[in-house]
């Protein structure tokens, strides 16, 4: 059976602080791996991960893939209060098949 | 660009009645995706589309959910009869596989489902 463990399940930090984010996956016909913010609302779409080992970055916030251990990671540098989320990891399976985690919920701290 | 527009926002009914959801996808998107959303269980996926065409529905948790999507700008998710259990987020979800991002799927603002 598909399985998706994320790790923390809840992290409270203070503002500036950096936090690292842990996604690791057992998924068949596995594909790609997508990284989700879920403020109050919908998911956003924050990074998708093909290729193990190439570091994908998006201002404070960059993330990797290591498809031979079979885990992800996300991590945040200095953390503003807009950064409390819950965020998502979820390998693809097959063409579009998404198999989310539990999620981690993030809280930031003033 | 509306984005995965989703009506009604949020529903509250009684124990067996029926309950239809609402989804209009990105226009141009070739699929289709319901989700399910709970404190316990997390975002679960029930059943996704590709053209219209129902590809995988091992989500869905019985009988008492269909869902159906009979043209490219619409579809909808059923529950009858409802029960408390039922009681979610449901989210609808949009991507086009072609695109450079195909794998992005796009979320509606979901409908809050409350069952009495």
């Known amino acids: 059976e598909d399985k998706v463990v994320q790790s923390p399940l809840s992290l409270v930090v203070h503002e500036g602080d950096t936090v690292t984010l842990n996604c690791s996956y057992e998924?068949?016909?596995?594909?790609?791996l997508l990284w989700y913010k879920q403020e109050k609302k919908a998911p956003t779409f924050l990074f998708m991960l093909?290729?193990?080992?190439i570091e994908k970055k998006s201002g404070r916030l960059s993330s990797i893939l290591d498809k031979k251990e079979l885990f992800s990671i996300l991590n945040i540098t200095a953390t503003q209060t807009g950064d409390s989320a819950v965020y998502l990891c979820?390998?693809?399976?097959?063409?579009?098949?998404?198999?989310f985690g539990q999620g981690t919920r993030l809280t930031i701290n003033p | 660009d509306a984005g995965v527009i989703q009506s009604p926002r949020h529903e509250v009914t009684e124990m067996g009645q029926e309950v239809t959801l609402r989804c209009k996808p990105i226009?141009?998107?070739?699929?289709l995706f319901w989700y399910r959303q709970t404190m316990m269980r997390g975002l679960e996926l029930l059943i996704y589309?590709?053209?219209?065409?129902?590809?995988?529905d091992s989500g869905m948790p019985e009988d008492r959910f269909s869902a159906k999507m009979p043209n490219a700008s619409f579809s909808t998710l059923k529950i009858q009869p409802s029960e408390p259990r039922d009681s979610a987020v449901y989210f609808c979800?949009?991507?086009?596989?072609?695109?450079?991002?195909?794998?992005?799927?796009?979320f509606g603002p979901g409908t809050r489902l409350t069952v009495l």
């Open positions: 979800a949009s991507s086009l596989l072609s695109s450079g991002r195909g794998n992005e799927q796009f």
């Open positions: 998924v068949t016909n596995f594909r790609s």
């Open positions: 093909t290729s193990s080992g």
């Open positions: 979820a390998p693809i399976q097959g063409a579009q098949k998404l198999v």
């Open positions: 226009s141009g998107h070739d699929y």
């Open positions: 589309f590709n053209n219209n065409v129902p590809i995988d």
